[in-house]
C-alpha cells in the first residue's frame, strides 16, 4: 500500500505538488494521470526517496521507502529505463541488483524469462531498442518479487504484443493481492488496465475514484441519421438538447438517451435509420477533468482552429 499524506515539493518558487494525499491500495491497478508538467514524476521520485518532500511524508507498505531493510522486496519500480550502465549486459545488470539482496541467480534467469530478454540477456545494455530497455526495467523492477509496484510510462516503445504483455502483467500482480501503480499517456491503455484512477493537475489531486465513475462524467453521444433531419433538428432545438450537424443527415446528439432522441424524431415525424450510442472514452472525461489544469498548450493547434473561422 501507498499512502500519501500532505505530499509536497517546491523548487524555489515554484510547486510542483501542492499538498495532495491519496491511498494505493493492494488488489487493484492504480492509474496515475495528469498532463504534462502536472507533478506525477515528482510524486513518484518522493514515494521511492528519491526526492525529500518539502512538506508531508508518503509510506510504502506502512514505513517510508528509506525505511525497509530489503527495498527490493519491498517496492519494484520502473522510472527511467535508461538509467542502466550501457555497457554492462542485462544479466549482469540485473546480477548486480540481485547480489545487493541476496537474491538467486536462478531468481535472475526466471525474470529475464518471464519479460522476453533471455535471448538478448549477455548482449550490451547500449545496443537495446527503446521496447527492449523497457523490460529490463521491468524486470529489474520484479527481482525481488516486491508486494508493491510503481510503474512510469511502462509501455513506452513496446509493440502491441508488449503492450498487452504489460496490461496482463499489471492485472495478474494486482489479482496476487499486490499494489500496482503506474502511469501511461496511453487513455485506451489505461481504460483497458486500471481499476482506480489518480488523476493530478497543476501538482493537485483533481480526481481520486473507480474508473467507472470517472468515465461516468463524461457526456454520452448517440449519432442520428434521417433524411428529414431538419425537421428532427428543429425537435431537438426545441426541447434543449445540443446537437451538431457531422454531414448532411447525420447528427451527433449529446446529453440526451437513444429514447429520448427517438421519442423527439417521431413527435417531429422525422424518420430515424440509424440511431447509435456513443459512450465518454477515458480520453474525453480526462480532457474535461484537466481542461483548466493544462500547464503546456500548443500554439499551433490554436491557431490551426482559428484559421477554419
Known amino acids: 500500500m ?38 506525477k514524476t515528482t510524486t513518484m521520485r518522493m514515494i521511492l526517496g528519491l526526492d525529500r518532500p518539502t512538506a508531508g511524508r508518503v509510506l510504502v507498505n506502512g514505513r517510508p521507502y528509506a525505511g525497509h531493510a530489503a527495498p527490493l522486496h519491498e517496492v519494484g519500480a520502473l522510472l527511467d529505463a535508461k538509467s542502466v550502465h550501457p555497457a554492462r549486459s542485462a544479466f549482469k545488470h540485473l546480477s548486480v541488483l540481485a547480489a545487493t539482496h541476496g537474491i538467486s541467480r536462478s531468481r535472475v534467469e ?14 550490451r545494455v547500449k545496443g537495446f531498442s527503446l521496447g527492449m530497455g523497457q523490460r529490463l526495467g521491468i524486470a529489474a523492477a520484479l527481482l525481488g518479487d516486491p508486494r508493491t509496484v510503481i510503474f512510469d510510462e511502462p509501455v513506452n516503445g513496446l509493440d502491441p504484443e508488449g503492450v498487452q504483455w504489460v496490461r496482463n502483467l ?32 497543476r501538482g493537485r489531486i483533481i480526481a481520486d475514484a473507480p474508473v467507472a465513475e ?96
Open 2 to 39: 501507498i499512502e500519501a499524506f500532505g505530499l509536497t515539493k517546491t523548487y524555489g518558487k515554484r510547486t510542483a505538488v501542492d499538498g495532495v494525499t491519496f491511498t494505493v491500495r493492494p488488489g487493484q491497478v492504480t492509474g496515475f494521470l495528469g498532463p504534462n508538467g502536472a507533478g
Open 110 to 123: 526466471e525474470i529475464m524469462a518471464m519479460t522476453g530478454i533471455s535471448e538478448t540477456a549477455r548482449k
Open 170 to 201: 499489471a492485472k495478474g500482480l494486482a489479482a496476487e493481492g499486490r499494489t500496482v501503480f503506474l502511469s501511461s499517456h496511453l487513455m485506451s491503455e489505461m481504460a483497458q488496465t486500471a481499476d482506480h484512477l489518480i488523476v493530478i493537475g
Open 214 to 309: 470517472i468515465l461516468a462524467q463524461g457526456q454520452d453521444r448517440a449519432l442520428v441519421r434521417s433524411d428529414q433531419s431538419t425537421r428532427l433538428q428543429a425537435g431537438l432545438a426545441a426541447s434543449g438538447i445540443l446537437f451538431r450537424e457531422l454531414e448532411p443527415g447525420l447528427l451527433e446528439v449529446s446529453g440526451a438517451e437513444p429514447r429520448k432522441i427517438a421519442w423527439i424524431a417521431r413527435e417531429c415525424d422525422a424518420l430515424i435509420h440509424e440511431l447509435t450510442p456513443v459512450r465518454a472514452t477515458l480520453e474525453e472525461a480526462f480532457m474535461e477533468l484537466t481542461r483548466d489544469d493544462v500547464e503546456y498548450r500548443s500554439a499551433a493547434l490554436a491557431g490551426a482552429g482559428e484559421g477554419n473561422r
